[in-house]
């Protein structure tokens, strides 16, 4: 999951693959509030629902991207 399939985490610098996960997290963050942002304008309580699951999704997204993120750099801190 870290790394493209066929490819070893040896051949890609780590700088590399956390430059990528940072711009991950900016996307998904970004996601993140133009949802949040549709949601505040939702009257309809079913836009409203449907709006707080893809927001749900996309929180957990971001998390998910975060931990990764952390995972990189502790690898990158012990030289990996």
Same mark, same amino acid.
């Given at each position: 999951?870290?790394?493209?399939?066929?490819?070893?985490?040896?051949?890609?610098?780590?700088?590399?693959?956390?430059? %990528?996960?940072?711009?991950?997290?900016?996307?998904?963050?970004?996601?993140?509030?133009?949802? !949040?942002? !549709?949601? !505040?304008?939702?009257?309809?309580?079913? %836009?409203? !629902?449907?709006?707080?699951?893809?927001?749900?999704?996309?929180?957990?997204?971001?998390?998910?991207?975060?931990?990764?993120?952390?995972?990189?750099?502790? %690898?990158? %801190?012990?030289?990996?």
């Amino acid at each position: 999951r870290d790394v493209p399939q066929g490819v070893g985490r040896k051949s890609v610098p780590i700088g590399r693959l956390l430059r %990528e996960a940072e711009k991950q997290m900016v996307r998904l963050q970004r996601q993140r509030d133009r949802i !949040t942002e !549709t949601l !505040t304008g939702a009257v309809d309580p079913q %836009e409203m !629902t449907r709006r707080g699951g893809e927001l749900a999704a996309a929180q957990a997204a971001l998390d998910e991207a975060e931990e990764h993120w952390l995972s990189l750099a502790e %690898e990158a %801190e012990s030289g990996g």
